[in-house]
């Protein structure tokens, strides 16, 4: 198996999970940008089944190359740039690699796994492509509805714009080869190993600093939140089950606004370390993002119904577990 991204957040996480499940030769294909970290595969790295490999995806000829090599039957496709503010910023390196990469990692597996459309050889049957997207794909909700898989893409970001592009090539590797893919659209994920930047170890990051606390607009925008250990159960379980050529929404069912998420941040903290203020008291309200969607909600009816995934945790049992998590690692918050 290859694992693209795997010394990021979500792509760690899965690692470590498959790991304890998986006896296979686990591949982790990683670039080790800002949001790549040797830190997050300590564990894997006892591992005698686990390599990792330093590269880049947009780099062909080295994604040629390493299938040819280690002649990967499955690939579980995390690498992407994730960070929407930067996305902003910089979109070119969001198309870059997110259409690009994306484009390099389909091409090395048909190439190795197919003698043209519609004729897998016969050593890749059961080959597999897994592809990992968000559900900001779809844009933004009102008050009320949830995303579907049949919900029109209407991406409102670069980062959201470039992973819907990139959903669409590997959709097209289905219908035009009937290459073996599978698309996974996840809502807002949390827990261990989350790159500092992202809200949630922001909030705890600013609230031990003693740090005003930013929260964006008016602190009403709404995420559905999936603890990224159950995110990676539903994985594996649409890699091993799912139907080829299908996408599968993988959500909690846990809305929150974002100003409840950091009162709620905030509340454990004054529990488990407390100080002489609260520190609801450091919260502040900043200038909203450009194009800041208003609400994501996961419809996950389809993964629980044909694949028996449940989310294990709702947002209150998994935020009690991330806070001590990052208590416990304070050094992932530097």
Known sequence: MLITGGAGFIGSNYVDHVLEVDLDEIFVLDKLTYAGDMKNLEGASERKNFHFILGDICDKKFVDDLFKKHQFNRVVHFAAESHVDNSISDPGAFIHTNITGTFN???????????????LKEAFRTARFLHISTDEVYGTLGDTGLFTEATPYAPNSPYSASKASSDFIVRSYFHTYAMPVLTTNCSNNYGPNQHKEKLIPTIIRKALSGADIPIYGDGKNIRDWLYVKDHCAGI????D???LGETYNIGGNNERENIYIAKTICALLDEIKPKATKYESQIR???????????YA???????????????????????????WYLNNTDRLL
């Open 298 to 324: 996961i419809d996950a009816s389809k993964i629980e119904e044909a694949l028996g995934w449940n989310a294990d945790e709702n947002f209150e049992s998994g935020i009690r577990k991330t806070v001590h």
């Open 105 to 119: 990692l389909l091409s090395a597996s048909y190439t190795l796994w197919m003698d043209g459309p519609n004729n």
């Open 236 to 239: 594996k379980r649409v890699l």
């Open 285 to 295: 309200f900043v200038n909203d993002r450009p194009g800041h969607d208003f609400r």
């Open 241 to 243: 089950n799912g139907k």
